[in-house]
T-cell receptor, first 111, second 114 residues
Framework: SQQGEEDPQALSIQEGENATMNCSYK?????LQWYRQNSGRGLVHLIL?????REKHSGRLRVTLDTSKKSSSLLITASRAADTASYFC???????????FGRGTSLIVHP | NAGVTQTPKFQVLKTGQSMTLQCAQD?????MYWYRQDPGMGLRLIYY???????DKGEVPNGYNVSRLNKREFSLRLESAAPSQTSVYFC?????????????FGPGTRLLVL
């Protein structure tokens, strides 16, 4: 069963625009991670945010976490065609070290 | 440093045939995982191994068996393949600690069961 659900399911933008995708989850978590999957490849870890953190940055990535709303957002600024991929959130609940993945957001960045 | 490797990359089976998917990691991680990915379903955990010598069922274990051969290798076996097992299979590894929880994924095995 999916703990996290990404929204939107698909997103299409032009190069240079910002891309925002969201993740909502149901139960309290220890941390939330974002992964990227290029077509035909395995997932690659992007960023982890802990439950006591509200915002983290990594290069062009900005992740926010709102535990009161049980939601997180991933912002990719100044997107590039190479950012075209699927993006997954993964949540880890207390008592389990295994993350649960959502269904993903498919991002297409047009050059 | 190859990370996580999987073999084979592609496989076509007939219903009822058996096969083993191989996975190996060279990062000295204790934990290893097998997932399947189906369109619109995200990743679902089949089995995992917290450490060498232990294995546990995940969300969708039926029809599969696993072996943690040593710290490096974790194999997934389909004893009697069914069309419902057509999927992309990913192996992952991680080292769970207070400072590190990232999972590292292999490139996947694409399996078609006819």
């Amino acid at each position: 069963s999916q703990q996290g659900e990404e929204d939107p399911q698909a997103l299409s933008i032009q190069e240079g625009e910002n891309a925002t995708m969201n993740c909502s989850y149901k139960t309290s978590i220890n941390n939330l991670q974002w992964y990227r999957q290029n077509s035909g490849r395995g997932l690659v870890h992007l960023i982890l945010i802990r439950s006591n953190e509200r915002e983290k940055h990594s290069g062009r990535l900005r992740v926010t976490l709102d535990t009161s709303k049980k939601s997180s957002s991933l912002l990719i600024t100044a997107s590039r065609a190479a950012d075209t991929a699927s993006y997954f959130c993964a949540t880890r609940r207390g008592g389990s070290y295994i993350p649960t993945f959502g269904r993903g957001t498919s991002l297409i960045v047009h050059p | 440093n190859a990370g996580v490797t999987q073999t084979p990359k592609f496989q076509v089976l007939k219903t009822g045939q058996s096969m083993t998917l191989q996975c190996a990691q060279d990062m000295n991680h204790n934990s290893m995982y097998w997932y399947r990915q189906d369109p619109g379903m995200g990743l679902r955990l089949i089995y995992y191994s917290a450490s060498e010598g232990t294995t546990d069922k995940g969300e969708v274990p039926n029809g599969y068996n696993v072996s943690r051969l040593n710290k490096r290798e974790f194999s997934l076996r389909l004893e009697s393949a069914a069309p419902s097992q057509t999927s992309v299979y990913f192996c992952a590894s991680s080292e769970i600690s207070l400072r590190q929880e990232t999972q590292y994924f292999g490139p996947g095995t694409r399996l078609l069961v006819l």
